[in-house]
């Protein structure tokens, strides 16, 4: 089974940048669907992002003109990069690739945004 490895997360002050990325351990063309999710403290996982084999994308509401979602298939990675980011975006932040057959989580990276 595909194995899913977040990293870039980090601490960071409002109004700065990350770029996060998710590292397949193999291919994620197989997969229909590739998503960042997050969960802020206390609360429920929500979905941010998603990007499609066909690299269509869709973004909450809350991250729309701040995210951006991404994928490069040669090398099995997703990205999300963020922008502008404000301390309601701190939360652990998750890859989920998803088929048919099968839904793979990655374990998660932290995010915090605070001055």
Not at 14 to 31: E, H, K, Q, T, V
Not at 32 to 47: I, N, S
Not at 62 to 89: C, E, H, W
Request: proline share 3%.
């Amino acid at each position: 089974q595909v194995q899913l490895v977040e990293s870039g997360g980090g601490l960071v002050q409002p109004g700065g940048s990350l770029r996060l990325s998710c590292a397949a351990s193999g291919s994620i063309f197989s997969f229909h669907a590739m998503y960042w999710y997050r969960q802020p403290p206390g609360k429920q996982r929500e979905v941010v992002a998603v990007i499609t084999v066909g690299r269509s994308t869709n973004y909450a509401d809350s991250v729309k003109g701040r995210f951006t979602i991404s994928r490069d298939d040669a090398k099995n990675t997703v990205y999300l990069q963020m922008n502008s980011l404000k301390p309601g975006d701190t939360a652990v932040y998750y890859c989920n690739a998803r088929s048919l057959t099968q839904t793979v989580w990655g374990q998660g990276t932290q995010v915090t945004v605070s001055s």
